[in-house]
């Protein structure tokens, strides 16, 4: 099993970013998909949840309107594209699957949003 976050980087207040997170080793289309994100001195927050099939999405209000999450059970692929970035959400951002009792996470891509 393994899941390998991508997109990372250093990016203005007010730019955008698109994360990949590539899975394999397990039914992908079964999972459920969520990213969070772990700030220095903060806690672990949950941003952003997709159903198996994409039909259904949560958002943190912290992130409600600027992230997007989305995926691509053809390709076992999951997205969060952000926009309107601000410093705070400078962040290490992890990829999770979760399925009936199973829950695996990948490395995580650091976010740095600073002018």
């Known amino acids: 099993v393994r899941l390998v976050e991508s997109g990372g980087g250093l990016v203005q207040p007010g730019g955008s970013l698109r994360l990949s997170c590539a899975a394999s080793g397990f039914t992908f289309s079964r999972y459920a998909l969520l990213w969070d994100r772990q700030a220095p001195g903060k806690e672990r927050e949950l941003v952003a949840t997709?159903?198996?099939?994409?039909?259904?999405?949560y958002y943190a209000d912290s992130v409600k309107g600027r992230f997007t999450i989305s995926r691509d059970n053809a390709k076992n692929m999951v997205y969060l594209q952000m926009n309107s970035l601000k410093p705070d959400d400078t962040a290490v951002y992890y990829c999770?699957?979760?399925?009936?009792?199973?829950?695996?996470w990948g490395q995580g891509t650091q976010v740095t949003v600073s002018s």
């Open positions: 997709i159903t198996s099939t994409g039909g259904s999405t």
């Open positions: 999770y699957a979760r399925y009936s009792g199973y829950t695996y």
